[in-house]
């Protein structure tokens, strides 16, 4: 039986404030994910970060994944320090991880998963890849749908989500679970 890891990183922001937040949106799928799977979110202050781990077989037993769980509680604009820390300490490489995160490009509801691509103005894959010294890493980007025009873009990212999204948000986090879990249980399924 043959060994890989995967990583699957939530941004967000720290603390009460902001944890209805769009901006969190990551924090949120991978908190999903975790309860799902039975694993215990526990806070490392080496990593700056919430971490979890578990290994599970995939669908046709050939492999035997290592998951790895990472919340940077680092605030969003410095998570690639907790990620670096991270990855350097397991000796994990960025292709071996998948970062969710909040888009506004997208409207609630979308998701997207690619395997590389910019930071598209995101604070948190800019801070990534300043870390990392590459863009070339996979992610989830989950849509928020796009500011007001009276907002502010920061007004509009730390808002928390409004009563009539509630159902679509929790729509896509069971989704965003879902597309992480295939990446766990189908060993060829891979971000394109």
Request: proline share 2%; net charge positive.
């Amino acid at each position: 039986m043959q060994n890989r890891s995967l990583v699957f990183i939530g941004l967000g922001n720290p603390g009460k404030k902001y944890a209805g937040t769009r901006h969190n949106f990551g924090f949120l799928v991978v908190e999903a994910l975790a309860q799902s799977l039975g694993l215990d979110l526990q806070e490392s202050k080496f990593f700056e970060a919430k971490v979890a781990k578990g290994r599970y077989g995939t669908k046709d037993c050939q492999e035997l994944v290592e998951l790895h769980l990472l919340m940077p509680l680092t605030y969003m604009n410095e998570s690639g320090k907790s990620v670096r820390r991270y990855l350097d300490y397991y000796k994990l490489a960025t292709s071996e991880i998948v970062v969710v995160c909040d888009d506004t490009a997208l409207k609630l509801g979308d998701l997207r998963l690619r395997s590389q691509g910019s930071s598209g103005g995101h604070n948190g894959l800019k801070s990534i890849a300043a870390h990392m010294g590459t863009e070339q890493y996979a992610r989830l980007r989950m849509g928020i749908g796009s500011k007001m025009d009276q907002q502010s873009l920061a007004d509009y990212v730390l808002d928390d989500f409004k009563a009539d999204e509630i159902s679509m948000l929790n729509e896509s986090i069971k989704k965003g679970e879902g597309i992480l879990k295939s990446l766990v249980s189908e060993p060829t399924r891979k971000p394109v």
